[in-house]
C-alpha cells in the first residue's frame, strides 16, 4: 500500500542552525502539508502546498520556514535558524484531491530537538 | 478560530467493552472529519473519514457519526481489543488544512 515517509526520523541540531526536513509524499497525489506536534500539544497546520506554491499557511510558518518541491517526488521543509521552541514532531502528509473527499495521508513523523 | 476539543480526555476499559470517543467543533462550516489514531511516538493513521454531507462511516469494528449541525462527532469502538490501545485524534477540515483535537487516549486491559 503506498505510504508517506519522511527522513530522518531524527534529528538533533544546535539553536540557530539551519535544518531540512524531507518527505516523499504518495506518488499520485497532488497536495502536500506539514504539520508539527510539541510534545503532550496538540497537531497544528503548518502549511499547505499545491502547484509549487503555497496555498495556505498558518501564524506559526513565519520567515523562519520555507517548503519546496525540488523535484518530482520530495517535499522539504526547511527552518532556517532553528530555535528551542522549534523542538516537536513534524509530520508531512499529502492528498490526492481537495475539498469534503480530501484524505489526507501522514507520514511517520521526524522528530526534531533543538539543543 | 475552529476549536476541537475531544472527550473524555482518557479511558481505560477491559477487553470486549463496547466504547464511545466524543469529538465536538465549534464552527459548523466543515468540509469533512476524518478520525485518526496515533501510537506512541508514532505517526498518524487515519481510520475514518466523513464528508460534511454524510452522516455516518464504517470500518470493521469501527463507527463514527458526524452531526455538523451540533458540531459533534462519535466514534464507536465495538468489542475492544488490547492492540486497540492508542491515542485517537478527531480532525477538521476547513477546505484544507486540519484542525485537531488534544485526543482521547485509550487504554484497553486484557
Known amino acids: 500500500e503506498p505510504e508517506v515517509t519522511q527522513t530522518p526520523s531524527h534529528q538533533v541540531t544546535q539553536m540557530g542552525q539551519e535544518v531540512i526536513l524531507r518527505c516523499v509524499p504518495i506518488?499520485?497525489?497532488?497536495?502536500f502539508y506539514w504539520y508539527r506536534q510539541i510534545l503532550g500539544q496538540k497537531v497544528e497546520f503548518l502549511v499547505s502546498?499545491?502547484?509549487?506554491?503555497?496555498?495556505?499557511k498558518s501564524e506559526i510558518f513565519d520567515d523562519q520556514f520555507s517548503v519546496e518541491r525540488p523535484d518530482g517526488s520530495n517535499f522539504t521543509l526547511k527552518i532556517r535558524s532553528t530555535k528551542l521552541e522549534d523542538s516537536a514532531m513534524y509530520f508531512c502528509?499529502?492528498?490526492?484531491?481537495?475539498?469534503?473527499?480530501?484524505?489526507?495521508?501522514f507520514g511517520p513523523g521526524t522528530r526534531l530537538t533543538v539543543t | 478560530k475552529q476549536e476541537v476539543t475531544q472527550i473524555p480526555a482518557a479511558l481505560s476499559v477491559p477487553e470486549g467493552e463496547n466504547l464511545v470517543l466524543n469529538c465536538s467543533f465549534t464552527?459548523?462550516?466543515?468540509?469533512?472529519l476524518q478520525w485518526f489514531r496515533q501510537d506512541p511516538g508514532k505517526g498518524l493513521t487515519s481510520l475514518l473519514l466523513?464528508?460534511?454531507?454524510?452522516r455516518e462511516q464504517t470500518s470493521g469494528r469501527l463507527n463514527a457519526s458526524l452531526d455538523k449541525s451540533s458540531g459533534r462527532s462519535t466514534l464507536y469502538i465495538a468489542a475492544s481489543q488490547p492492540g486497540d490501545s492508542a491515542t485517537y485524534l478527531c480532525?477538521?477540515?476547513?477546505?484544507?488544512?486540519?484542525?485537531f483535537g488534544t485526543g482521547t487516549r485509550l487504554l484497553v486491559s486484557p
Open positions: 502528509a499529502s492528498s490526492e484531491l481537495q475539498g469534503p473527499s480530501a484524505e489526507q495521508y
Open positions: 506518488s499520485n497525489h497532488l497536495y
Open positions: 502546498f499545491y502547484n509549487n506554491e503555497i496555498s495556505e
Open positions: 464552527d459548523s462550516a466543515i468540509y469533512n
Open positions: 466523513i464528508q460534511s454531507s454524510q
Open positions: 480532525a477538521v477540515s476547513g477546505f484544507q488544512k486540519l484542525v
